[in-house]
């Protein structure tokens, strides 16, 4: 009888526990099934190069972006990037990274991102003390801009020296692929035939970036809005174009009501997905 009693407490102790619990994220693989962290890092460690997809204000991507670099450098070399440096601040990168200006001079040289103190300077820094080389992968904003009105037309007008700061002229360019037709949509067909277009420099350049920086033998992580490797296009399609041989992994978020299971629409975004309550806090 004491047997059963103990047994029958320790299980309503157990699912008192249980149902007190309220993750902030979940992890799931592409099907849909949950995922620990350890088997991702585990997959990911055999990659050349992982995409990572953030939303850009979510605080649960960015402190797993660091997380998942320190758990991968345990194991491998790495090399980093991100979307949110552009091409032509390379340079001041570089200075800050080997110790020739202070944060305060990388704010003044470079164009960072408003949540860049929060958000990014945790990455920046871990490659500082790390001697990690950091890629400014993204194409400058303007030209991003100048193709948004005028299509890839637009750039035949920039100099040699603003043309190494994009990827090579022509772009390799599908308006068929569903996230390129799904923006044209969004923007009523013809009148934002050149949105898709401006996506797709962005996408091209930060793909071009990663192949010029990646090293043989090492793993590069790269870090964007997963709107540009979601569904396994934009960057990627673009780096499977140029270098199918190598292996890569992708990471996405997404946010949902309910993270217990993975929605259908969620499924088969990228190989692993970071589910994150919806009312999750912001970083602006």
């Not at 991702?40 to 797993?64: C, Q, S, T, Y």
């Not at 032509?88 to 200075?95: G, H, I, S, T, Y």
């Not at 020739?100 to 945790?122: E, Q, V």
């Not at 997963?226 to 041989?245: A, C, F, Q, T, V």
Request: hydrophobic share 40%.
């Amino acid at each position: 009888m004491k047997i059963v009693t103990f047994l029958l407490s320790f299980c309503l102790i157990a699912s008192m526990v249980s149902a007190q619990q309220k993750p902030a994220y979940i992890l799931y693989n592409a099907k849909g099934k949950k995922i620990d962290y350890e088997k991702m890092i585990r997959i990911l460690a055999e990659k050349d190069i992982v995409l990572f997809g953030e939303f850009h204000n979510n605080p649960i991507a960015h402190w797993l972006q660091l997380e998942v670099t320190t758990s991968l450098k345990q194991s491998r070399e790495l090399v980093m990037g991100a979307e949110m440096f552009e091409q032509d601040n390379q340079e001041a990168l570089d200075m800050y990274l080997q110790g020739k200006i202070k944060a305060k001079g990388l704010d003044s040289m470079a164009r960072l991102w408003k949540n860049y103190p929060t958000d990014y300077a945790p990455l920046v820094n871990f490659a500082k003390e790390n001697h990690i080389v950091f890629a400014a992968s993204n194409v400058p904003r303007r030209y991003a801009s100048m193709v948004s009105k005028g299509g890839f037309a637009a750039l035949d007008t920039i100099s040699a020296k603003e043309k190494t700061w994009i990827a090579p002229l022509p772009i390799a360019y599908d308006p068929e692929l569903p996230g390129y037709k799904k923006m044209m949509e969004m923007m009523g067909g013809h009148s934002g035939e050149n949105l898709p277009k401006a996506q797709a420099i962005k996408d091209a350049t930060m793909a071009y970036f990663i192949l010029q920086y990646y090293k043989t033998g090492s793993l590069f992580i790269h870090f964007n809005g997963s709107y540009h490797s979601d569904n396994y296009e934009g960057i990627l399609w673009h780096l499977k174009n140029k270098r199918p041989e190598l292996k890569y992994g992708t990471i996405t978020t997404v946010s949902q009501k309910d993270v217990n299971s993975l929605l259908a629409e969620n499924l088969g975004r990228a190989d692993f997905i970071i589910c994150v309550a919806e009312n999750m806090t912001t970083t602006y």
